[in-house]
Protein backbone atom coordinates (compact mmCIF):
# COMPACT_ATOMS: atom_id res chain seq x y z
CA UNK A 1 0.00 0.00 0.00
CA UNK A 2 1.42 3.64 -1.21
CA UNK A 3 1.14 6.04 2.04
CA UNK A 4 -0.96 9.32 1.76
CA UNK A 5 2.68 10.73 3.27
CA UNK A 6 4.54 9.33 -0.21
CA UNK A 7 1.26 10.47 -2.78
CA UNK A 8 1.58 13.81 -1.04
CA UNK A 9 5.54 14.18 -1.35
CA UNK A 10 5.03 13.15 -5.20
CA UNK A 11 2.46 15.58 -5.91
CA UNK A 12 4.48 18.10 -4.10
CA UNK A 13 7.68 17.62 -6.09
CA UNK A 14 5.20 17.68 -9.07
CA UNK A 15 3.89 21.08 -8.24
CA UNK A 16 7.22 22.57 -7.50
CA UNK A 17 8.35 21.11 -11.33
CA UNK A 18 5.45 22.78 -12.55
CA UNK A 19 5.35 25.82 -11.11
CA UNK A 20 9.05 26.00 -11.96
CA UNK A 21 8.33 25.38 -15.62
CA UNK A 22 5.11 27.81 -15.43
CA UNK A 23 7.95 30.18 -13.91
CA UNK A 24 10.00 30.20 -16.90
CA UNK A 25 7.74 30.49 -19.27
CA UNK A 26 6.03 33.18 -18.05
CA UNK A 27 9.68 34.99 -17.62
CA UNK A 28 10.25 34.03 -21.61
CA UNK A 29 6.51 35.06 -22.46
CA UNK A 30 8.08 38.74 -21.03
CA UNK A 31 10.79 38.73 -22.96
CA UNK A 32 9.23 38.43 -26.30
CA UNK A 33 7.09 41.53 -25.75
CA UNK A 34 8.06 44.74 -27.55
CA UNK A 35 10.53 46.13 -25.83
CA UNK A 36 10.01 50.26 -24.47
CA UNK A 37 13.34 51.75 -25.96
CA UNK A 38 15.76 54.17 -24.17
CA UNK A 39 15.52 57.97 -24.86
CA UNK A 40 18.07 58.60 -27.58
CA UNK A 41 18.89 54.39 -27.55
CA UNK A 42 21.01 55.02 -24.75
CA UNK A 43 23.16 57.15 -26.24
CA UNK A 44 23.53 54.67 -29.80
CA UNK A 45 23.63 55.16 -33.15
CA UNK A 46 21.37 52.94 -34.86
CA UNK A 47 19.89 52.07 -38.45
CA UNK A 48 16.32 53.29 -39.25
CA UNK A 49 13.72 50.89 -37.22
CA UNK A 50 16.15 50.17 -34.58
CA UNK A 51 15.97 51.05 -30.79
CA UNK A 52 17.66 50.09 -27.92
CA UNK A 53 17.66 50.14 -24.07
CA UNK A 54 20.85 49.73 -21.40
CA UNK A 55 19.61 46.42 -20.34
CA UNK A 56 22.61 46.43 -17.38
CA UNK A 57 25.26 49.41 -16.50
CA UNK A 58 28.31 49.22 -14.54
CA UNK A 59 29.30 45.66 -14.52
CA UNK A 60 32.95 44.70 -13.86
CA UNK A 61 34.60 44.09 -17.25
CA UNK A 62 32.15 42.40 -19.48
CA UNK A 63 32.96 40.41 -22.61
CA UNK A 64 31.66 37.70 -24.15
CA UNK A 65 28.28 36.08 -23.34
CA UNK A 66 25.70 33.58 -24.56
CA UNK A 67 21.98 33.13 -23.95
CA UNK A 68 19.85 30.47 -22.07
CA UNK A 69 16.34 29.27 -23.60
CA UNK A 70 14.41 31.12 -20.88
CA UNK A 71 15.82 34.18 -22.35
CA UNK A 72 18.67 35.04 -19.28
CA UNK A 73 21.84 36.65 -20.45
CA UNK A 74 24.88 34.95 -19.21
CA UNK A 75 28.61 36.81 -19.24
CA UNK A 76 31.71 36.50 -18.37
CA UNK A 77 33.18 39.11 -16.97
CA UNK A 78 37.24 39.69 -16.51
CA UNK A 79 39.19 40.65 -13.35
CA UNK A 80 39.84 44.73 -12.84
CA UNK A 81 41.94 46.87 -10.60
CA UNK A 82 45.90 46.68 -10.31
CA UNK A 83 48.02 45.16 -7.97
CA UNK A 84 46.16 44.54 -4.32
CA UNK A 85 43.13 45.80 -5.15
CA UNK A 86 42.44 43.78 -8.01
CA UNK A 87 39.43 41.91 -8.33
CA UNK A 88 38.71 38.57 -9.35
CA UNK A 89 36.45 38.08 -12.54
CA UNK A 90 32.87 36.32 -12.26
CA UNK A 91 30.04 34.63 -14.36
CA UNK A 92 27.05 36.94 -14.16
CA UNK A 93 23.28 36.04 -14.85
CA UNK A 94 21.13 38.77 -15.81
CA UNK A 95 17.26 38.15 -16.04
CA UNK A 96 14.66 40.97 -17.41
CA UNK A 97 11.27 39.22 -15.41
CA UNK A 98 9.13 41.88 -16.30
CA UNK A 99 10.31 42.32 -20.27
CA UNK A 100 11.06 46.10 -19.81
CA UNK A 101 14.12 45.33 -21.61
CA UNK A 102 16.24 45.95 -18.45
CA UNK A 103 17.69 43.22 -16.46
CA UNK A 104 15.51 43.07 -13.54
CA UNK A 105 18.52 40.94 -11.22
CA UNK A 106 22.06 40.52 -11.52
CA UNK A 107 23.36 37.36 -10.10
CA UNK A 108 26.96 36.59 -9.42
CA UNK A 109 27.55 32.64 -9.99
CA UNK A 110 31.09 32.04 -9.80
CA UNK A 111 34.39 33.38 -10.61
CA UNK A 112 35.95 33.29 -13.76
CA UNK A 113 38.05 35.24 -16.39
CA UNK A 114 39.37 35.49 -20.44
CA UNK A 115 36.61 35.90 -23.20
CA UNK A 116 35.18 32.15 -22.89
CA UNK A 117 31.59 31.52 -22.28
CA UNK A 118 28.81 29.00 -23.79
CA UNK A 119 26.06 26.93 -23.38
CA UNK A 120 26.21 23.12 -24.67
CA UNK A 121 25.76 19.67 -23.48
CA UNK A 122 23.25 20.78 -20.47
CA UNK A 123 26.71 22.35 -18.97
CA UNK A 124 28.15 26.17 -18.66
CA UNK A 125 31.36 26.29 -20.06
CA UNK A 126 33.81 29.36 -19.00
CA UNK A 127 37.10 30.17 -18.95
CA UNK A 128 38.91 31.26 -15.77
CA UNK A 129 42.23 31.88 -15.40
CA UNK A 130 44.54 29.18 -17.15
CA UNK A 131 41.23 26.43 -17.28
CA UNK A 132 38.13 26.09 -19.09
CA UNK A 133 35.91 24.70 -16.90
CA UNK A 134 32.78 23.28 -17.15
CA UNK A 135 28.76 23.62 -14.34
CA UNK A 136 26.21 21.40 -14.39
CA UNK A 137 23.37 24.30 -14.86
CA UNK A 138 19.43 24.13 -15.46
CA UNK A 139 17.73 26.88 -17.12
CA UNK A 140 16.09 29.51 -15.22
CA UNK A 141 18.14 28.34 -12.25
CA UNK A 142 20.08 30.95 -10.52
CA UNK A 143 22.96 28.89 -9.07
CA UNK A 144 25.57 26.30 -10.49
CA UNK A 145 25.84 23.06 -10.01
CA UNK A 146 29.51 21.59 -9.25
CA UNK A 147 32.57 22.07 -11.63
CA UNK A 148 34.77 19.57 -14.09
CA UNK A 149 38.33 21.31 -15.09
CA UNK A 150 37.88 20.22 -18.74
CA UNK A 151 41.01 21.74 -20.04
CA UNK A 152 43.70 23.14 -17.31
CA UNK A 153 47.51 24.23 -17.61
CA UNK A 154 47.26 26.45 -20.10
CA UNK A 155 50.54 29.15 -21.28
CA UNK A 156 50.96 32.42 -19.56
CA UNK A 157 51.93 35.61 -21.37
CA UNK A 158 51.06 37.15 -24.22
CA UNK A 159 47.33 36.72 -25.59
CA UNK A 160 45.23 34.51 -23.00
CA UNK A 161 41.61 35.23 -23.03
CA UNK A 162 41.22 31.81 -24.40
CA UNK A 163 37.99 32.14 -25.71
CA UNK A 164 35.83 29.18 -27.45
CA UNK A 165 33.32 27.81 -29.00
CA UNK A 166 31.31 24.03 -28.53
CA UNK A 167 30.17 22.50 -31.07
CA UNK A 168 28.74 18.75 -30.48
CA UNK A 169 31.53 17.12 -28.68
CA UNK A 170 34.22 19.61 -29.63
CA UNK A 171 35.60 22.77 -28.61
CA UNK A 172 37.54 25.10 -30.34
CA UNK A 173 39.54 26.87 -28.36
CA UNK A 174 41.27 30.18 -29.49
CA UNK A 175 45.42 30.16 -28.25
CA UNK A 176 46.58 33.52 -29.27
CA UNK A 177 50.44 33.96 -29.86
CA UNK A 178 53.00 35.07 -27.01
CA UNK A 179 54.44 37.63 -29.01
CA UNK A 180 53.61 40.47 -31.69
CA UNK A 181 55.18 38.51 -34.86
CA UNK A 182 57.05 36.12 -33.40
CA UNK A 183 60.26 38.20 -32.45
CA UNK A 184 62.75 36.29 -30.22
CA UNK A 185 63.19 39.62 -27.44
CA UNK A 186 61.31 42.91 -26.32
CA UNK A 187 59.24 44.52 -29.17
CA UNK A 188 61.41 46.68 -30.42
CA UNK A 189 61.15 48.45 -34.52
CA UNK A 190 62.57 45.84 -36.97
CA UNK A 191 63.77 43.22 -35.23
CA UNK A 192 63.82 40.09 -37.02
CA UNK A 193 61.19 37.26 -36.58
CA UNK A 194 62.66 33.94 -35.37
CA UNK A 195 62.26 31.85 -38.55
CA UNK A 196 61.33 29.12 -38.61
CA UNK A 197 58.59 30.50 -35.71
CA UNK A 198 58.79 27.89 -33.29
CA UNK A 199 56.10 29.55 -31.32
CA UNK A 200 53.78 27.89 -33.80
CA UNK A 201 54.13 24.49 -32.27
CA UNK A 202 51.60 25.65 -29.14
CA UNK A 203 50.20 28.71 -29.91
CA UNK A 204 48.87 31.26 -33.03
CA UNK A 205 46.04 28.89 -33.77
CA UNK A 206 43.07 27.01 -32.91
CA UNK A 207 43.37 24.04 -30.95
CA UNK A 208 40.19 21.22 -30.94
CA UNK A 209 39.70 19.39 -27.62
CA UNK A 210 36.93 16.69 -26.22
CA UNK A 211 33.97 18.91 -24.32
CA UNK A 212 33.54 16.03 -22.08
CA UNK A 213 36.77 14.92 -20.95
CA UNK A 214 37.98 16.23 -17.71
CA UNK A 215 42.18 16.86 -17.24
CA UNK A 216 43.05 17.75 -20.25
CA UNK A 217 46.21 19.79 -21.24
CA UNK A 218 47.13 21.75 -24.34
CA UNK A 219 49.17 18.80 -25.42
CA UNK A 220 45.93 17.26 -25.55
CA UNK A 221 44.14 19.12 -28.23
CA UNK A 222 44.79 18.83 -32.31
CA UNK A 223 45.76 21.85 -34.17
CA UNK A 224 42.89 22.68 -36.07
CA UNK A 225 44.12 25.86 -37.59
CA UNK A 226 47.62 28.01 -37.83
CA UNK A 227 48.95 31.21 -38.36
CA UNK A 228 46.46 33.33 -36.65
CA UNK A 229 47.61 35.52 -34.31
CA UNK A 230 44.77 36.01 -31.76
CA UNK A 231 41.55 35.32 -32.32
CA UNK A 232 38.82 36.71 -29.96
CA UNK A 233 35.98 37.25 -32.35
CA UNK A 234 35.12 33.31 -32.98
CA UNK A 235 31.86 31.96 -34.45
CA UNK A 236 30.37 29.08 -36.10
CA UNK A 237 27.99 29.68 -39.22
CA UNK A 238 24.54 27.54 -37.99
CA UNK A 239 24.10 27.06 -42.22
CA UNK A 240 26.42 24.59 -42.40
CA UNK A 241 28.61 24.49 -38.88
CA UNK A 242 32.01 26.02 -40.62
CA UNK A 243 34.48 27.95 -38.17
CA UNK A 244 34.90 31.56 -38.79
CA UNK A 245 37.08 34.38 -36.91
CA UNK A 246 38.48 37.79 -37.08
CA UNK A 247 41.88 38.23 -36.18
CA UNK A 248 43.83 40.74 -34.02
CA UNK A 249 46.07 41.93 -36.79
CA UNK A 250 49.68 42.59 -35.73
CA UNK A 251 51.18 45.72 -34.37
CA UNK A 252 54.73 48.07 -35.16
CA UNK A 253 54.28 47.46 -39.01
CA UNK A 254 56.61 50.34 -39.55
CA UNK A 255 59.00 51.19 -42.74
CA UNK A 256 62.59 49.81 -42.61
CA UNK A 257 65.64 51.55 -43.24
CA UNK A 258 66.38 53.32 -46.51
CA UNK A 259 66.03 51.85 -49.96
CA UNK A 260 62.61 49.52 -49.19
CA UNK A 261 59.07 50.10 -48.34
CA UNK A 262 59.50 53.23 -50.83
CA UNK A 263 56.41 55.60 -50.80
CA UNK A 264 55.38 54.43 -47.35
CA UNK A 265 55.46 56.59 -44.33
CA UNK A 266 54.88 57.02 -40.51
CA UNK A 267 50.72 56.38 -41.36
CA UNK A 268 51.10 52.87 -42.45
CA UNK A 269 51.33 51.31 -39.85
CA UNK A 270 48.06 52.94 -38.84
CA UNK A 271 46.63 51.95 -41.76
CA UNK A 272 47.83 48.30 -41.57
CA UNK A 273 47.59 45.37 -41.15
CA UNK A 274 43.68 44.81 -42.24
CA UNK A 275 41.79 42.76 -39.62
CA UNK A 276 41.36 39.57 -40.92
CA UNK A 277 38.41 37.71 -41.09
CA UNK A 278 39.17 34.23 -41.72
CA UNK A 279 36.54 31.12 -42.94
CA UNK A 280 38.27 28.12 -40.98
CA UNK A 281 38.51 24.75 -42.31
CA UNK A 282 40.95 22.55 -40.57
CA UNK A 283 44.48 22.49 -41.82
CA UNK A 284 44.01 26.08 -42.64
CA UNK A 285 47.32 28.34 -42.37
CA UNK A 286 46.35 31.75 -42.56
CA UNK A 287 50.17 33.11 -42.44
CA UNK A 288 51.39 35.05 -38.80
CA UNK A 289 53.98 35.96 -38.54
CA UNK A 290 55.42 35.89 -41.94
CA UNK A 291 52.92 37.38 -43.84
CA UNK A 292 50.01 39.98 -43.19
CA UNK A 293 46.75 42.00 -45.00
CA UNK A 294 48.07 44.59 -46.76
CA UNK A 295 45.20 46.97 -46.85
CA UNK A 296 47.63 49.03 -49.69
CA UNK A 297 47.81 45.80 -51.89
CA UNK A 298 44.57 44.09 -51.26
CA UNK A 299 47.27 40.37 -50.71
CA UNK A 300 48.94 38.64 -48.27
CA UNK A 301 52.57 40.11 -47.83
CA UNK A 302 55.36 39.59 -46.36
CA UNK A 303 56.30 41.10 -43.04
CA UNK A 304 59.01 43.10 -42.09
CA UNK A 305 60.38 40.55 -39.98
CA UNK A 306 60.94 38.02 -42.86
CA UNK A 307 62.57 40.17 -45.32
CA UNK A 308 59.21 41.69 -46.58
CA UNK A 309 59.09 45.29 -48.52
CA UNK A 310 55.50 45.86 -47.91
CA UNK A 311 54.31 44.51 -51.34
CA UNK A 312 56.69 41.14 -52.27
CA UNK A 313 54.41 37.66 -50.61
CA UNK A 314 57.54 35.47 -51.77
CA UNK A 315 56.78 34.09 -47.92
CA UNK A 316 52.90 33.81 -48.39
CA UNK A 317 52.60 30.41 -50.77
CA UNK A 318 49.91 28.12 -49.46
CA UNK A 319 48.53 30.63 -46.69
CA UNK A 320 45.08 31.40 -46.90
CA UNK A 321 43.54 34.84 -47.77
CA UNK A 322 41.10 36.04 -45.83
CA UNK A 323 37.34 36.36 -46.59
CA UNK A 324 37.40 39.71 -45.88
CA UNK A 325 39.63 42.26 -43.98
CA UNK A 326 38.01 45.36 -41.70
CA UNK A 327 40.55 48.65 -41.57
CA UNK A 328 43.44 48.25 -39.47
CA UNK A 329 43.19 47.95 -35.59
CA UNK A 330 39.75 48.24 -35.15
CA UNK A 331 40.20 45.12 -32.50
CA UNK A 332 37.74 43.01 -33.84
CA UNK A 333 36.02 41.48 -30.11
CA UNK A 334 33.34 39.07 -30.91
CA UNK A 335 31.38 37.94 -34.04
CA UNK A 336 27.91 36.26 -34.27
CA UNK A 337 25.27 35.33 -37.14
CA UNK A 338 21.96 36.60 -36.57
CA UNK A 339 19.24 33.63 -36.98
CA UNK A 340 16.30 35.39 -35.62
CA UNK A 341 13.27 36.73 -36.84
CA UNK A 342 12.90 40.01 -35.68
CA UNK A 343 15.30 42.55 -37.45
CA UNK A 344 14.51 42.20 -41.13
CA UNK A 345 15.62 39.45 -43.86
CA UNK A 346 18.65 40.70 -44.95
CA UNK A 347 20.15 40.08 -41.52
CA UNK A 348 19.62 36.35 -41.74
CA UNK A 349 22.31 36.67 -44.23
CA UNK A 350 25.38 37.18 -42.11
CA UNK A 351 27.42 38.23 -39.09
CA UNK A 352 27.57 40.96 -36.22
CA UNK A 353 31.02 42.24 -35.95
CA UNK A 354 31.86 44.05 -32.54
CA UNK A 355 35.14 46.38 -32.29
CA UNK A 356 36.99 47.57 -29.36
CA UNK A 357 38.31 50.07 -30.77
CA UNK A 358 42.04 50.88 -31.44
CA UNK A 359 45.20 52.26 -29.40
CA UNK A 360 47.96 52.82 -31.66
CA UNK A 361 46.77 54.06 -34.97
CA UNK A 362 49.07 57.07 -34.29
CA UNK A 363 49.95 59.47 -36.10
CA UNK A 364 46.24 59.01 -37.24
CA UNK A 365 42.82 59.38 -34.82
CA UNK A 366 41.52 56.00 -32.93
CA UNK A 367 38.88 54.02 -35.10
CA UNK A 368 36.70 50.82 -34.14
CA UNK A 369 34.22 51.57 -30.91
CA UNK A 370 31.40 49.98 -33.48
CA UNK A 371 29.48 46.95 -34.07
CA UNK A 372 29.34 46.32 -37.68
CA UNK A 373 27.26 43.96 -40.38
CA UNK A 374 28.78 41.57 -42.61
CA UNK A 375 26.89 39.86 -45.21
CA UNK A 376 27.89 36.47 -46.19
CA UNK A 377 26.71 34.16 -48.25
CA UNK A 378 28.20 30.71 -49.47
CA UNK A 379 31.62 31.19 -47.55
CA UNK A 380 31.92 34.32 -49.08
CA UNK A 381 31.89 38.19 -48.03
CA UNK A 382 30.46 40.98 -49.07
CA UNK A 383 30.65 44.76 -47.94
CA UNK A 384 30.40 45.48 -44.08
CA UNK A 385 28.15 48.90 -42.94
CA UNK A 386 27.76 49.42 -39.56
CA UNK A 387 25.15 48.73 -37.25
CA UNK A 388 25.55 50.58 -34.35
CA UNK A 389 28.34 53.57 -33.51
CA UNK A 390 28.91 56.11 -31.36
CA UNK A 391 29.72 53.72 -28.04
CA UNK A 392 32.93 56.28 -28.24
CA UNK A 393 34.27 58.32 -30.83
CA UNK A 394 36.35 57.86 -33.25
CA UNK A 395 39.21 59.94 -31.92
CA UNK A 396 38.81 57.88 -28.76
CA UNK A 397 36.94 60.71 -27.22
CA UNK A 398 33.65 59.47 -24.73
CA UNK A 399 30.31 58.48 -26.55
CA UNK A 400 27.24 60.66 -26.09
CA UNK A 401 26.88 60.00 -22.42
CA UNK A 402 30.13 61.51 -21.61
CA UNK A 403 31.82 57.54 -20.79
CA UNK A 404 33.97 55.45 -23.02
CA UNK A 405 32.72 52.52 -24.13
CA UNK A 406 34.07 49.89 -25.79
CA UNK A 407 32.08 46.86 -27.32
CA UNK A 408 33.81 43.53 -26.45
CA UNK A 409 30.38 41.06 -26.99
CA UNK A 410 27.30 39.97 -29.08
CA UNK A 411 24.60 37.45 -28.32
CA UNK A 412 21.25 37.10 -29.74
CA UNK A 413 17.85 37.36 -27.10
CA UNK A 414 15.17 34.36 -27.75
CA UNK A 415 13.18 36.98 -28.99
CA UNK A 416 15.21 38.06 -32.22
CA UNK A 417 17.05 40.65 -30.48
CA UNK A 418 20.89 41.83 -30.13
CA UNK A 419 22.94 42.10 -27.06
CA UNK A 420 26.01 44.10 -26.96
CA UNK A 421 28.50 44.34 -24.16
CA UNK A 422 30.84 47.02 -23.22
CA UNK A 423 33.59 46.28 -21.00
CA UNK A 424 35.49 49.54 -20.37
CA UNK A 425 31.83 50.82 -18.52
CA UNK A 426 30.00 47.60 -17.83
CA UNK A 427 27.39 48.37 -20.28
CA UNK A 428 24.94 45.90 -21.92
CA UNK A 429 22.91 47.09 -24.61
CA UNK A 430 19.46 45.67 -25.83
CA UNK A 431 19.25 46.22 -29.95
CA UNK A 432 15.62 46.01 -31.25
CA UNK A 433 13.90 45.93 -34.48
CA UNK A 434 10.35 48.29 -34.28
CA UNK A 435 9.87 49.07 -37.86
CA UNK A 436 9.66 52.25 -39.84
CA UNK A 437 6.59 54.40 -40.59
Given at each position: ?47 A????T ?18 D??IV ?14 I???R ?6 K ?20 YL??S ?17 G???TI????A??G?TA ?16 A??A ?6 T ?20 F ?12 T??V????N ?30 W?GHD ?16 K ?13 D ?10 G ?9 A ?14 P ?6 T ?8 R ?5 A ?13 G ?16 R????E ?9 RD????R ?5 Q ?18 VS ?5
Open positions: MVSFGRIHGVVARTLGVVLAAAALVSVAAAQQRAVPCDPANGGLTLPGFCAVFADSLQAPRHMTVAPNGLLGNAAGRANARRPGSFLLDANGDGADAVTRLAEASGSGIALANGYSTGRSIVRYTFATGATSLPADITDLTGHYNFVVVGSTIYMNVGSTNCEPGPRPRTPGADPCVELETRAGIWADASKRGQKPADGRYTGVRSLAMTVDPRDQSLWATMHGRDGLQPPPAGLDNTYGAENPGEQVNHMVGDDFGWPYCYWSTEKKLVTAPEYGDGRKSDRCGKKAPAYAFPGHWAMDMLFYGTQFPAEYNGAFVFHGSWNRAPLPNMYRVAFLPISGGRAGTHDFATFSFDNGAPGGRIHPAGLAGTDGSLYIADDVAGTIYKYRGTR
